[in-house]
């Protein structure tokens, strides 16, 4: 016994380490360094080491500058002509992909322009193929680490205009607070403002998608990434319901078709959520003309994640609600990037489909690169998506594409060597509440497969209440009678196993042993028989509060245990004597007289009680109808009982 327990005493503290997560205590620095000639001036960082991960991809670095001026760039070591005098501070966020550390910090550099040179400058560059309003960040969050946010709007009408620019973060689904807003920058005079908006339509819900036919995914409906809208009351009143946080910016002299950036440093709290295959949202909103109502409408979606990996899967099925998710989609998004030294021209995503999922229901949402649905039964020339339904899984290859690889000569743009697969389902007509998870095998044509994360769905667990009533069986007191009515909540339709705490009120009666006792008495010098009966009834009210876990065995049959606590809330006894005086020596002879007394005593909250019970129901196990027995086993002697009782759970 001592060896074993010497044992537990070295095993346990081993235990306890690996179980804690080291905390990256090393802090890399990069730094910038430029050349400059006049107002022309290249860029390139310095930055330390990468540290490889055993068995990833070979790490790399990627970059987000933003040069001060309100332009930025991700090129590596980026070329930018300024187009005035003056000092300006540029900024470097450096990304470590597939590397085994934190992302290296780095400190503003100013840059002083005095001369103008015969360079050619360019204005920042149009987005109005995105309608005017695009939102991009750097990187995925990663729990308690900083990453950049550039909202980039556009004046598409043919005046001069003073606007507004909304940016909203922390959705209230989630309990804690996602993000933390460090700082904003802007370039072209944009200033914050404060408004007090209360939300009180009901949500909306954007429903432009890229949809596929139910067949064979063969045809199309162009997918609009920014909507305009015309209500901007609704819009606004719907943000503000779906998120916690706003930065609201106010703009004057936008030139026709000017474009202007504006960059925002976030914080990611060590509260965010740990689910690493969830989709956390930001939302923009651009009011082009303060004067009007005309608005334009563009989300950002971010996996979290634990390393900044370009292959990966997410889904934004996190904490759903299952008595609401029926007839909704859940959306599940793919992400893919080519670190070859050349061009992939086919890409095969084999993706996991849990089986409460219906994949005849697929709908395709967005995709890059953007190309037509595979027409099915023909021979393929052209650049298109195909997709194969099989019995777990669906097949996403793009066929006949040229996606640049991140090491490939004379690559730029790293964003040119990603892609991905944004894609909905519903459920099935019969599925259970249990978590899921899925991943994708990505394959760069003939290429080793890369295996992504998981990404799970999960239900919140959602409140049922239960209306419960019934019959309780004291076998060991006489003439006994207990009704009670009752209330349960739990969790909503369970799968398995389950919490459920129960409120109940009793109505009992009951009654005491009776004792006699005989005796002859001398009465006018003659025996007699004296006997005296002492009786009790009882009658009370009771309170009882079961607690129990439970087990669904199937849709039809659940057991459960648990402990219980009850309290008469109100209590009656009612003491009686009677004595019965015959004639003779015995009961045979005439009853001469009988007298009886009684005493009622109250009381209120005694008698408390505690014990174990187990449960049986057969019907409607997760919700709905059912009825139900229990055994009750009371640490007090003789009051053990039966209860049957019916129950249905809403």
Not at 233 to 247: C, G, I, P, V, W
């Amino acid at each position: 016994m001592k060896q074993l327990i010497s044992v537990c005493i070295f095993i346990f503290p081993l235990f306890t380490f690996s179980q804690t997560k080291v905390k990256d205590t090393v802090t890399r620095r990069a730094s910038i360094t430029y050349n400059q000639k006049a107002n022309a001036v290249t860029f390139k960082p310095e930055t330390p080491p990468l540290i490889p991960i055993a068995g990833a991809p070979k790490p790399s670095y990627s970059y987000l500058w933003e040069l001060g001026d309100g332009h930025y760039s991700k090129e590596a070591e980026p070329k930018h002509v300024y187009k005035n005098k003056g000092n300006y501070s540029a900024r470097l966020a450096v990304t470590n992909n597939y590397d085994n550390g934190k992302p290296p910090a780095t400190r503003p550099k100013s840059v002083a322009i005095n001369e103008i040179s015969n360079e050619i400058y360019k204005d920042i560059a149009s987005i109005e193929d995105q309608n005017g309003l695009s939102i991009q960040k750097n990187c995925d969050p990663i729990p308690d680490q900083q990453m950049e946010v550039i909202v980039s709007y556009q004046n598409l009408e043919n005046y001069v205009a003073d606007g507004k620019l909304y940016v909203f973060y922390n959705e209230k689904q989630f309990k804690n607070n996602n993000f933390e807003l460090v700082n904003f920058r802007t370039y072209a005079g944009e200033r914050e403002v404060k408004e007090n908006l209360v939300a009180t339509t009901n949500d909306l819900e954007n429903s432009d998608s890229y949809l596929a036919s139910e067949n064979a995914l063969a045809t199309a409906k162009k997918y609009r990434k920014t909507t305009t809208e015309e209500d901007l009351d609704a819009s606004l009143t719907e943000a503000n319901k779906t998120f916690k946080n706003k930065t609201i910016l106010e703009f004057d002299g936008a030139n026709p078709r000017e474009t202007r950036n504006v960059f925002l440093t976030f914080k990611t709290t060590p509260e965010m959520i740990k689910d690493t295959s969830a989709t956390v949202t930001m939302r923009s909103i651009f009011v082009p003309n303060r004067s009007f109502k005309n608005h334009k409408v563009k989300n950002l979606e971010m996996e979290i994640v634990t390393s900044h990996d370009p292959n990966k899967m997410g889904s934004n099925g996190s904490f759903m609600n299952y008595r609401l998710v029926r007839f909704k989609r859940v959306n599940f998004k793919t992400r893919f990037q080519n670190n070859g030294e050349g061009p992939a021209r086919m890409i095969r995503l084999e993706t996991d489909i849990p089986e409460m999922f219906d994949k005849k229901t697929l709908q395709i949402e967005d995709m890059y690169p953007k190309c037509p649905i595979c027409p099915k039964g023909e021979t393929i020339t052209t650049s298109c998506l195909d997709t194969i339904i099989k019995q777990k899984q669906i097949f996403f290859t793009f066929k006949n594409i040229y996606l640049p690889g991140s090491t490939q000569k004379n690559v730029k743009e790293i964003d040119s060597t990603k892609g991905f697969v944004k894609y909905s389902l519903k459920f099935n007509k019969d599925f259970h509440k249990i978590k899921t998870r899925s991943r994708t095998a990505i394959i760069f044509d003939k290429n080793e497969p890369i295996i992504t994360n998981y990404a799970t769905t999960r239900f919140s667990p959602g409140i049922s209440i239960g209306a419960k009533a019934g019959y309780n069986l004291y076998p060991n007191l006489e003439n006994s009678k207990s009704y009670f009515v009752g209330a349960t909540i739990s969790p909503f339709k369970s799968y398995r196993f389950y919490w459920q705490a129960e409120f109940v009120n009793s109505l009992n009666s009951y009654d005491n042993a009776k004792s006699v006792v005989e005796q002859l008495v001398q009465t006018t010098g003659k025996l007699q028989l004296q006997r005296t009966t002492n009786s009790t009834q009882n009658k009370n009210m009771n309170c009882e509060i079961p607690l129990l876990i439970r087990y669904n065995i199937n849709n039809y049959v659940g057991i459960g245990t648990g402990l219980q606590a009850n309290i008469n809330a109100s209590e009656k006894a009612t003491q009686s004597t009677t004595i019965d005086v015959y004639s003779g020596q015995n009961a045979s002879t005439p009853l001469l007289n009988s007298k009886t007394q009684s005493t009622t005593i109250n009381n209120s909250f005694t008698n408390i009680k505690t014990g174990f019970l187990l449960d049986l129901t057969i019907g409607a196990a997760r919700i709905g109808p059912s009825l139900g027995a229990r055994y009750v086993l009371n640490f007090k002697e003789n009051f053990n009982y039966i209860q049957l009782y019916g129950i249905w759970k809403f």
